[in-house]
């Protein structure tokens, strides 16, 4: 899969979200659970 390269600051407390999210459901990366929580947010549109 070909990836683009985006610079994207987080507030903290969505970060905390996401780290919890990443260790809840055992995804390796931070980067992982962004794209999970991101494609399940687009998936109910």
Do not use: C, S, W
């Amino acid at each position: 899969m070909e990836r683009i390269a985006k610079l994207i600051k987080f507030p903290v407390d969505l970060v905390i979200r996401i780290e919890e999210y990443k260790e809840q459901h055992n995804i390796q990366t931070f980067a992982g659970a962004v794209y999970e929580l991101i494609r399940k947010g687009l998936d109910k549109q």
